[in-house]
């Protein structure tokens, strides 16, 4: 990395960083599930209301074919299947936290070592339980070893550029610790911010620019920039542990929406294989659309109500164990702030070893 160059910061969001749009991410992570369930339900109703204005159909057909009687027998089958495996799921989480003695006495005495820790590098007495609390204190550790950093290098001017990483991190921790405040546990609000703070990207910064400038730097600078990586490295497990907590969450929210909404999506299949007749309503038509097709489209979509809520909900579950494949410090979508922040190690092994 040249003189020239200098750590350009990345962005404070994850969509940002992805170059994602708006309304996307919207829609993929922060919308309330509910509501991402009744969009597929609405665009499901409109476009089987598309397809019959637009496409080759006859509504006679409702009438002298058994279709429907058909159609709602297969939802009968995919129904029953659906409900069983989103059971299986759920068994699975619950055995995770069904076990003997041993296991629970491990489990805790895991995370109280790391209680343990985090409180001996914070300096405090008694970690937040919260874990929004829990995380601003992750976040206010890291900033404390970012203003020592700071201090150390201030007076260097040859330093400026870890000076402006120091500030960066200041600057975007404060932002990341204001979405934290006030959230709980069990709505995406806690994890969001949590997502936002790329805490990989900061601990591969800082271990360049530590490497970059080995030679010059001053003990206090050196010493600060260790601190700071060990307080950073602790946001990992920190963040996977909630997230873990997180896909708990959803899955039973998953299982128990789905049950909620199976007996009534199957008393209305079974309704219309039983005893719907569609004859009372032909002949009949809104806005243009046979009455009868506008009621059984619509009672096929509620039907499919079980399925949305699976949909809406796994959708935000797969974006955010995407965005979060990497734990420590790895950056697995390339972009210009972590090429600028790169130390050219390769070239100094060639350089050493008397060129290729």
């Known amino acids: 990395m040249g003189d020239s160059e200098t750590i350009s910061r990345p962005a404070d969001t994850m969509r940002e960083r992805a170059g994602e749009s708006r309304l996307k991410m919207w829609f993929l992570i922060s919308a309330n599930r509910w509501l991402v369930t009744g969009i ?13 204005l637009f496409g080759p159909s006859a509504a006679r057909q409702l009438v002298t074919t058994s279709g429907v009687a058909s159609l709602f027998g297969s939802v009968v089958i995919a129904l029953v299947t659906s409900i069983t ?43 937040p339980a919260e874990p929004s609390r829990f995380l601003r204190t992750l976040i206010e550790t890291a900033d404390a070893r970012a203003r020592t950093l700071k201090r150390a290098v201030s007076d260097e001017n040859d330093l400026r550029e870890i000076e402006r990483y120091a500030e960066g991190l200041l600057d975007h921790s404060r932002t990341v610790s204001d979405d934290l405040t006030g959230t709980d546990f069990g709505s995406f609000d806690v994890l969001l911010p949590v997502l936002n703070y790329n805490y990989s990207w900061k601990i591969f910064a800082a271990r360049n620019l530590k490497a970059k400038y080995a030679d010059s730097l001053p003990a206090e ?136």
Do not use: C
């Open 221 to 356: 600078a050196d010493a600060a920039f260790d601190d700071l990586i060990e307080a950073l490295r602790f946001f990992a497990p920190a963040r996977e542990h909630f997230k873990t907590h997180y896909v708990q969450w959803e899955i039973i929210n998953i299982s128990r929406g789905v049950l909620y909404g199976a007996m009534p999506s199957l008393s209305v299949a079974a309704y219309m294989i039983l005893v719907f007749d569609p004859t009372g309503l032909s002949g009949t038509a809104l806005l243009g659309i046979d009455a009868a097709f506008l009621l059984v489209s619509a009672l096929f979509v509620f039907t499919l109500l079980p399925f949305a809520v699976v949909l809406a909900h796994v959708l935000r579950i797969l974006t955010m164990i995407q965005r979060t494949l990497a734990i420590g410090p790895f950056v697995l979508r390339e972009s210009d702030q972590l090429e600028t922040a790169r130390y050219d190690e390769l070239a100094a092994l060639e350089d050493r070893r008397g060129g290729p």
């Open 85 to 127: 495996l989103v059971l299986s799921i759920a068994q699975f989480v619950l055995s995770q936290e069904i076990g003997p003695l041993g296991e629970q006495e491990t489990r805790m005495e895991n995370e109280t070592d790391f209680r343990n820790d985090v409180e001996r590098t914070a300096g405090i007495a008694v970690a």
């Open 40 to 52: 597929f339900s609405v665009g499901a109703y409109a476009t089987l209301l598309a397809l019959h």
